[in-house]
């Protein structure tokens, strides 16, 4: 199912909930909605210089790096980038030609606190308000 609101700008948001894509006029989060991560998968070697092109790139404030590094085992890049608005459709298509980045995965996080990410030490994580 897709659910689509007419926009009055020229920039579409969207956001991503249980395989249904929902395209909303403005760009503040619904009620049920308390964040909106990105995790961008890349190349170890280009993890610093993308940090640098995103915060460059949201120097507004609405969008922050959480954290970045590499995967243990694999040695694979990530940056985890947090949304205090809808997704830009315009970003979504910028993460998908961008040749330098392997894959993202994005997530959205209710305020239900259903969703209650921890640590692998089972710390629990930041969005579940604590």
């Given at each position: ?14 956001a ?6 929902q ?6 989060l619904p009620?049920e ?7 961008i998968h890349?190349p170890?070697?280009?993890?610093k ?19 970045y590094?590499y995967?243990?085992r ?14 830009p459709?315009?970003?979504q ?9 392997d894959?993202?995965t994005v997530y959205?996080?209710?305020q239900?606190?259903s ?13 579940n308000?604590?």
């Amino acid at each position: 199912m897709i659910q689509l609101v007419t926009p009055h700008t020229e920039e579409h948001s969207i956001a991503l909930q249980a395989g249904d894509v929902q395209v909303y006029e403005d760009t503040s989060l619904p009620d049920e909605i308390y964040c909106i991560d990105v995790h961008i998968h890349c190349p170890r070697r280009l993890v610093k210089s993308l940090v640098a092109d995103f915060e460059r790139q949201f120097v507004d404030g609405t969008v922050s790096v959480y954290d970045y590094g590499y995967s243990h085992r694999f040695k694979q890049g990530y940056i985890i980038l947090s949304w205090d608005t809808l997704l830009p459709l315009s970003f979504q298509q910028q993460l998908d030609t961008d040749p330098r980045l392997d894959d993202y995965t994005v997530y959205v996080l209710p305020q239900d606190n259903s969703y209650r990410p921890t640590t692998a030490s089972g710390k629990a994580g930041r969005h579940n308000g604590q």
